[in-house]
C-alpha cells in the first residue's frame, strides 16, 4: 500500500509505502505553535520507504532548538513531514488517504494546551513514552 | 485581560484585548491540509481588539481565488491568524495563555479525518451550522 501526502496549494508531495507503523498524537507546545492546533497527530515509517515526490526547492525547513528540522511549503504554509535519522513521522492532516493506521497514544500530555481535553482511552504518556526514552539514549 | 499569542520561532506575536467571543473546531480537508492535524481549533475576536505586536515583516499569506486568506511565520512555518473583515480568526495552537474560553462545537465533522474519533459530546455539524448557512445565503 503507498501512502500519498501533499500540502494546502499541492505544491509538494510525498508518498510512503506502507504500513505505517506508528501512529500518535503530539501535544507538546512546539508542536501546538508550529501546527497552530490542539495537537499533532504523526504517522511513523522508516525513512527508507518515503520520498518527496513533488516540490522539493518550495520546502523550507525550520530548526529551532531540534536536530531534526520541521518542514512546511513555502507558498501555503502546510506543515510537512520530519525526518527523524531512519525515521519519517508525516503529519497526519497532510496525507491524501486514510493511512489505515490509527492512534495508539498521546505523549506530552503533561504540557497539553489548556483549552483541549483528552476523551478517548488510549494511553496518555507525560512526556516520551519510556520505551523512547530509552532508545534515544542509545 | 490581554490574551498574547506567537509563533514556534518567536518572531511574531499578536495580542487581543478583552473575552473572546467563540472556539470552534473545524475538520474540513482544507485545515486538515494547513495545520497538517486531525482538526484545528479556532477562536474569533473582532478585529478592533487584535493587534500585531511583533513581526508583521516575517507574515507570509496564502489566499487562492474566492478562500479566505490563510497565513503563516515565513521563518518557523507556524500558522498564524487571519483577519477576515471585522473578525479575526485566532488559531488555539499559538496562543501563550490559556484563553478561557472552550470549544462550543465542531464543524465539517461530514469531512472529518478517517483516523480520528469525535469523543466528546459536543454538537458536531456536517459543514457549517445551520445559522450560519442562513446568514450567508
Same mark, same amino acid.
Given at each position: 500500500?503507498?501512502?500519498?501526502?501533499? $500540502?494546502?496549494?499541492?505544491?509538494?508531495?510525498?508518498?510512503?509505502?506502507?504500513?505505517?507503523?506508528?501512529?500518535?498524537?503530539?501535544?507538546?507546545?512546539?508542536?501546538?505553535?508550529? =501546527?497552530?492546533?490542539?495537537?499533532?497527530?504523526?504517522?511513523?515509517?522508516?525513512?527508507?520507504?518515503?520520498?518527496?515526490?513533488?516540490?522539493? @526547492?518550495?520546502?523550507?525547513?525550520?530548526?529551532?532548538?531540534?536536530?531534526?528540522?520541521?518542514?512546511? $511549503?513555502?507558498?501555503?504554509?502546510?506543515?510537512?513531514?520530519?525526518?527523524?535519522?531512519?525515521?519519517?513521522?508525516?503529519?497526519?492532516?497532510?496525507?491524501?488517504?486514510?493511512?489505515?493506521?490509527?492512534?495508539?497514544?498521546?505523549?506530552?500530555?503533561?504540557?497539553?494546551?489548556?483549552? =483541549?481535553?483528552?476523551?478517548?482511552?488510549?494511553?496518555?504518556?507525560?512526556?516520551?513514552?519510556?520505551?523512547?526514552?530509552?532508545?534515544? @539514549? @542509545? | 485581560?490581554?490574551?498574547?499569542?506567537?509563533?514556534?520561532?518567536?518572531?511574531?506575536?499578536? @495580542?487581543?484585548?478583552?473575552?473572546?467571543?467563540?472556539?470552534?473546531?473545524?475538520?474540513?480537508?482544507? $485545515?486538515?491540509?494547513?495545520?497538517?492535524?486531525?482538526?484545528?481549533?479556532?477562536?474569533?475576536?473582532?478585529?478592533?481588539?487584535?493587534?500585531?505586536?511583533?513581526?508583521?515583516?516575517?507574515?507570509?499569506?496564502?489566499?487562492?481565488?474566492?478562500?479566505?486568506?490563510?497565513?503563516? $511565520?515565513?521563518?518557523?512555518?507556524?500558522?498564524?491568524?487571519?483577519?477576515?473583515?471585522?473578525?479575526?480568526?485566532?488559531?488555539?495552537?499559538?496562543?501563550?495563555?490559556?484563553?478561557?474560553?472552550?470549544?462550543?462545537?465542531?464543524?465539517?465533522?461530514?469531512?472529518?479525518?478517517?483516523?480520528?474519533?469525535?469523543?466528546?459530546?459536543?454538537?458536531?455539524?456536517?459543514?457549517?451550522?445551520?445559522?450560519?448557512?442562513?446568514?450567508?445565503?
Amino acid at each position: 500500500m503507498t501512502i500519498h501526502g501533499s $500540502c494546502l496549494c499541492g505544491g509538494v508531495a510525498y508518498e510512503a509505502e506502507g504500513p505505517v507503523e506508528t501512529m500518535n498524537h503530539c501535544h507538546c507546545s512546539r508542536c501546538r505553535k508550529a =501546527h497552530g492546533a490542539a495537537f499533532v497527530t504523526f504517522a511513523w515509517v522508516p525513512a527508507d520507504r518515503f520520498q518527496w515526490t513533488k516540490g522539493e @526547492e518550495l520546502i523550507q525547513a525550520f530548526a529551532g532548538l531540534s536536530p531534526f528540522p520541521r518542514r512546511f $511549503c513555502r507558498i501555503c504554509g502546510g506543515n510537512l513531514p520530519t525526518i527523524m535519522g531512519d525515521q519519517v513521522k508525516m503529519p497526519a492532516g497532510s496525507l491524501d488517504e486514510d493511512p489505515g493506521a490509527r492512534p495508539s497514544f498521546h505523549m506530552f500530555v503533561g504540557s497539553k494546551a489548556a483549552f =483541549h481535553e483528552i476523551n478517548d482511552d488510549l494511553v496518555a504518556h507525560n512526556e516520551y513514552p519510556p520505551e523512547l526514552m530509552e532508545k534515544s @539514549e @542509545e | 485581560m490581554t490574551i498574547h499569542g506567537s509563533c514556534l520561532c518567536g518572531g511574531v506575536t499578536y @495580542e487581543v484585548e478583552g473575552d473572546l467571543d467563540l472556539m470552534i473546531n473545524c475538520h474540513c480537508s482544507r $485545515c486538515r491540509k494547513a495545520h497538517g492535524a486531525a482538526f484545528a481549533t479556532f477562536v474569533s475576536a473582532p478585529t478592533e481588539r487584535f493587534s500585531w505586536t511583533k513581526g508583521e515583516d516575517l507574515i507570509e499569506s496564502f489566499a487562492p481565488e474566492g478562500r479566505g486568506a490563510r497565513q503563516f $511565520c515565513k521563518v518557523c512555518g507556524s500558522n498564524l491568524p487571519a483577519v477576515f473583515g471585522d473578525r479575526v480568526n485566532l488559531l488555539a495552537g499559538s496562543l501563550d495563555d490559556d484563553p478561557g474560553i472552550r470549544p462550543a462545537f465542531h464543524i465539517f465533522a461530514g469531512s472529518k479525518a478517517a483516523f480520528h474519533d469525535i469523543n466528546d459530546d459536543l454538537v458536531a455539524h456536517d459543514e457549517y451550522p445551520p445559522e450560519w448557512m442562513e446568514e450567508s445565503s
